[in-house]
């Protein structure tokens, strides 16, 4: 499914490269004929078909440009946000960083106390919950090498869960990770879980901050789009 996909859209570039190509030569050829048989008097015809050239090609490139944007928007996956608060897996979570978090607790515990789920987002392989709090959060290196283990009961995953500091004031991001699982039909505001045991094997630790964007198709088959 993967590969069709793939290969359906390395024709449709081929084509559409193609198309680009042809129109430019065919524009260029023009004004060189111009020249050639009119001389000076084709100066005003050769401007024109440049500026028209370039016009079709800006109207295909933002026609492009808003087909893929439109695309980007109608697949994000999204998770339900359940009405305010947090769910039960979120709760756990933050429970088990605050009980580690050693020093930082009083502070951290100070942001989450005055935060809310405003997006859940469903990458594929994990979840990305944005946090947002009238608190600046505790960025500290303690604070955001804490994990949190946890076994989803229905498949026995095992799944990490961590904090990222936001660029924005007052915004953090709990990332749920899964190693590659795959997670797109999860819906992780009642997936069944209980912690995980040291006997777990854990998933890797991601070492950057995840990025919420439009879902890949190696994650996401069209055909669940």
Same mark, same amino acid.
């Given at each position: ?58 109207? #295909? ?12 928007? #109608? ?8 009405? &305010? ?19 930082? =607790?009083?502070?951290? =515990? ?54 990222? =500091? ?28 209980? &912690? ?12 950057? #901050? ?16």
């Amino acid at each position: 499914m993967i590969n069709e996909v793939s290969q359906r859209r390395a024709r449709k570039a081929r084509r559409r490269k193609l198309l680009i190509g042809s129109t430019f030569f065919i524009i260029v050829a023009s004004c060189f004929a111009s020249l050639f048989g009119l001389g000076n008097r084709a100066a005003v015809w050769v401007i024109g078909l440049y500026v028209l050239g370039m016009l079709v090609f800006g109207l #295909s490139e933002a026609k492009t440009a808003i087909r893929v944007y439109r695309s980007w928007l #109608s697949h994000q996956n999204f998770q339900p946000r359940q009405a &305010d608060g947090f769910s039960p897996l979120e709760v756990a979570a933050l429970q088990n960083l605050l009980v580690a978090a050693g020093s930082d =607790a009083v502070e951290l =515990a100070r942001y989450l106390a005055s935060s809310e789920v405003v997006e859940r987002y469903n990458s594929g392989t994990g979840l990305v919950v944005t946090l947002q709090s009238t608190e600046p959060f505790v960025a500290s290196c303690n604070v955001t090498r804490l994990f949190g283990w946890f076994v989803i009961s229905a498949e026995k995953v095992v799944i990490g869960a961590r904090l990222w =500091a936001d660029d924005r004031e007052g915004v953090a991001l709990l990332e749920f990770f899964t190693g590659g699982h795959i997670t797109r039909h999860w819906e992780w505001t009642h997936e069944p879980f209980g &912690d995980a045991t040291d006997e777990c094997t854990r998933p890797p630790v991601p070492l950057s #901050s995840p990025v919420v964007s439009a879902p890949s198709v190696k994650y996401f088959p069209r055909d669940q789009l």
